[in-house]
Nanobody, 115 residues
Framework: QVQLVESGGGLVQAGGSLRLSCAAS????????MGWYRQAPGKQRELVAT???????NYADSVRGRFTISRDNAKNTVYLQMNSLKPEDTAVYYC?????????WGQGSQVTVSS
């Protein structure tokens, strides 16, 4: 069984920074893409950023230039550095990974940005 365990998140003032981490554990043969999604109250879950196993990245227009995704393949971990946070970034952030050609989700981390 594979698990994705998230850490980080919390409450920050507008303009501040936070870093999310997500570590995959269990019977892992291969991890392909890893990424982050978010869901604000009353809205659909949306892509924030993804990173392929060889390093290619994709960002939502709303976070490009402010957020940076990275991963440590040796640790099976993906990170999301969030800078210049805005109140509209408030959401539950979910880690996502393609592990052993199956899709997994983390438990979700609340990020709240106060104005």
């Amino acid at each position: 069984q594979v698990q994705l365990v998230e850490s980080g998140g919390g409450l920050v003032q507008a303009g501040g920074s936070l870093r999310l981490s997500c570590a995959a554990s269990g019977s892992i043969f291969r991890i392909n893409a890893m990424g982050w999604y978010r869901q604000a109250p009353g809205k659909q879950r949306e892509l924030v950023a993804t990173m392929a196993s060889r390093g290619g990245t994709n960002y939502a227009d709303s976070v490009r230039g402010r957020f940076t995704i990275s991963r440590d393949n040796a640790k099976n971990t993906v990170y999301l550095q969030m800078n210049s946070l805005k109140p509209e970034d408030t959401a539950v952030y979910y880690c996502n990974a393609d592990v052993n050609w199956q899709n997994y989700w983390g438990q979700g981390s609340q990020v709240t940005v106060s104005s």
